[in-house]
């Protein structure tokens, strides 16, 4: 089992609409939980943080955390083309970030 | 308020040869770490250090890899005796104390030909 997983994609929706990527990691002792954005040749660029079970929202962007599920999950409302980019779940884990493989969205006009 | 920093941002090496790779952190970052992302891959967690020590290694190849962040100047990732398979990009990312959000670099994306 891997430790995070993500779904690869490519997810698709159209503009205006909420995308729904998620993520669950195999650690249950996991406290600390980050999204990532990156664009294609580009670095990873942070997008949230999520320390607390709930949704934690930051503009268009609503992360959320359940630990008994071992889920996270992170919404974006009213999806723009920029926002097509590959999503990084990654979760620390002593000293060090595990991430997955990252879920390709695709937002079209 | 400069970012982390990468250089060379491109690296062409022959098999065989040496890479060297540097990483300048945010400034008054103490922590940094180097990941390694392979085409069409996630991004693999190689070393941690703090100046002057390494901390966790668990993610470095056992032979021809090796980092250090010394006391003045960049961190450094070094590859000895370069193969093909080390062809990838490499990360840097920076923290003020362990266990904060990671800021990532440019990137250096190492070609082996």
């Known amino acids: 089992q891997k430790e995070v997983e993500q779904n690869s994609g490519p997810l698709s929706v159209p503009e205006g609409a909420i995308a729904s990527l998620n993520c669950t990691y195999s650690?249950?002792?996991?406290?600390?939980f980050f999204w990532y954005r990156q664009y294609s040749g580009k670095s990873p660029e942070l997008i949230m943080s999520?320390?607390?079970?709930g949704d934690k929202e930051d503009g268009r962007f609503t992360a959320q955390l359940n630990k008994a599920s071992q889920y996270v999950s992170l919404l974006i409302r009213d999806s723009q083309p920029s926002d097509s980019a590959t999503y990084l779940c990654?979760?620390?884990?002593?000293?060090?970030?595990?991430f997955g493989t990252g879920t390709r969205l695709q937002v079209f006009p | 308020n400069a970012g982390v920093m990468q250089n060379p941002r491109h690296l062409v090496r022959r098999r065989g040869q040496e890479a060297r790779l540097r990483c300048s952190p945010v400034?008054?970052?103490?922590?940094v770490y180097w990941y390694r992302q392979l085409p069409e891959e996630g991004l693999k967690f190689m070393v941690y250090?703090?100046?002057?020590?390494?901390?966790?290694e668990s993610g470095m190849p056992k032979e021809r890899f090796s980092a250090e962040f010394p006391k003045e100047g960049p961190s450094i990732l070094r590859i000895q005796q370069v193969v093909r398979g080390d062809s990838a990009a490499y990360f840097c990312?920076?923290?003020?104390?362990?266990?904060?959000?990671?800021?990532f670099g440019p990137g250096t994306r190492l070609l082996v030909l």
């Open positions: 999520i320390y607390s079970n």
């Open positions: 990312a920076s923290s003020p104390r362990g266990q904060e959000t990671q800021y």
């Open positions: 990654a979760v620390y884990n002593t000293d060090k970030l595990i």
């Open positions: 250090l703090q100046k002057e020590n390494i901390i966790d």
């Open positions: 400034k008054g970052h103490s922590h």
């Open positions: 650690d249950r002792g996991s406290q600390s």
